[in-house]
Structure formats: C-alpha cells, structure tokens
C-alpha cells in the first residue's frame, strides 16, 4: 500500500498543547493530504498519555481522515528519569503497542512505521515539516521531499 500526502505533526506533547488551547490546526479536510508524524519529548509520558492524546485526534476525527503515521523511537531516559535498560526496553514496548492499538482503533488501513530516529532522538534524523512524504508499505521504504 502506498500513502503519501504533506508532513506535519510533532512532539505529541505539543500536539496535546496545541489541541488544548485551541490553536490552528489543519482542517479535517486537509488532513486528508497529510503523513502525520508523531514523537514523545525527555517528558518521557506514560503510556496512557500517550494513548490520550492520539485517542483525541481519533475522536476529532483525524486520524481516520489521514493518510499514514511516522513514529519517532520513545524517548525512555531522562537524568530525572535514569531507567535501567530493563525499564527502558519496557517503556518502549508499551509506548509502541498502545500507539498501534490506539491508532488502529480509529484507521485501521494506513501505513504505522515506528521506532524512527527523528525528533527527541540522538541519532536524529531532521524530517521536512510541510514537505512531501510517501510509505512504500510492500518494499518498506519511505521517500520524503526536502
């Protein structure tokens, strides 16, 4: 299945901020173009934060409307923070599930790719905010326009 469609989104926190305080987003109609892209901050969230926050874009009405999701890898240490490796692998795999199981409640068709290298991540990969993206999902490849 190919996706394609114009790159935005961000920090989940800051999508959370701006869904709470009423900034401007894209309209329902626009999302219907829109990749968007998702990752969690040296906030370090809780899973059930994390599944709050993309069950309100699933109640608005974005993600059925959209066109695929990136996941940046979670961020699973903070000097506030310092899990063991245990934890770490832990915290990762139950952000990871209940992004899936979140979004695949309310889209159950569009591209998921997880564990990327962009945002709060080292290594860190910069992603074009506006730009153009597209998920080869049978040859697992992703191809974004700078």
């Not at 969230?45 to 309100?56: F, K, L």
């Not at 795999?93 to 199981?101: A, G, L, P, S």
Request: hydrophobic share 35%; glycine share 8%.
């Amino acid at each position: 299945m190919d996706s394609e469609g114009i790159l935005w989104g961000g920090c989940l926190e800051s999508i959370d901020d701006m869904l709470r305080n009423n900034v401007p987003i894209p309209s329902l109609k626009e999302f219907g173009n829109i990749v968007l892209m998702l990752e969690t901050s040296e906030e370090v969230p809780s899973h059930g934060y994390v599944r709050r926050v993309i069950r309100a874009l699933g109640e608005r009405g974005i993600l059925s409307n959209i066109q695929g999701v990136l996941v940046g890898r979670p961020k699973a240490w903070e000097f506030d923070k310092p899990y063991s490796k245990e934890e770490r692998i832990v915290y990762a795999t139950e952000q990871q599930e209940v992004v899936i199981k979140s979004i695949r409640t309310y889209n159950k068709n569009i591209p998921v790719v997880q564990n990327m290298n962009f945002g709060h991540t080292d290594p860190q990969i910069p992603m074009p905010y506006g730009g153009k993206v597209r998920v080869d999902s049978k040859k697992r490849r992703i191809f974004i326009c700078f």
